[in-house]
Nanobody, 128 residues
């Protein structure tokens, strides 16, 4: 059974940090890229970051560049999202998702319809 399980969300003050984890099971980890998405109330789900577990190449939304860092521990089948300098506008449910490696990343990395598997999400709330 394919599973993506997010953890690490919570409530933090503006300027603070959180580290999200996405633990994957049920599929060949390095056959997929892993992306992080977020969805705030009343808004579309948007791509935050993505990493190729094969090459280590990373992608970021402009809104999080320089503040968020994505990384992968292939031995643990886990991807992390380190979020620093958090802002109230980062408040959302954060999801991780898996995209087959045969689908090229590049500028399309943030298109959610290209991802096969999704986790249940973890809430991140940033207070001002």
């Amino acid at each position: 059974e394919v599973q993506l399980v997010e953890s690490g969300g919570g409530l933090v003050q503006a300027g603070g940090s959180l580290r999200l984890s996405c633990a994957a099971s049920g599929f060949a980890f390095d056959d997929y890229a892993i992306g992080w998405f977020r969805q705030a109330p009343g808004k579309e789900r948007e791509g935050v970051s993505c990493i190729s577990t094969r090459t280590g190449r990373t992608y970021y939304a402009d809104s999080v560049k320089g503040r968020f860092t994505i990384s992968s521990d292939n031995a643990k089948n886990t991807v992390y999202l380190q979020m620093n300098s958090l802002k109230p506008e980062d408040t959302a449910v954060y999801y991780c998702a898996a995209l087959p490696a045969y689908r090229p990343l590049g500028s399309n990395w943030s298109r959610k319809e290209r991802y096969n598997y999704w986790g249940q999400g973890t809430q991140v709330t940033v207070s001002s």
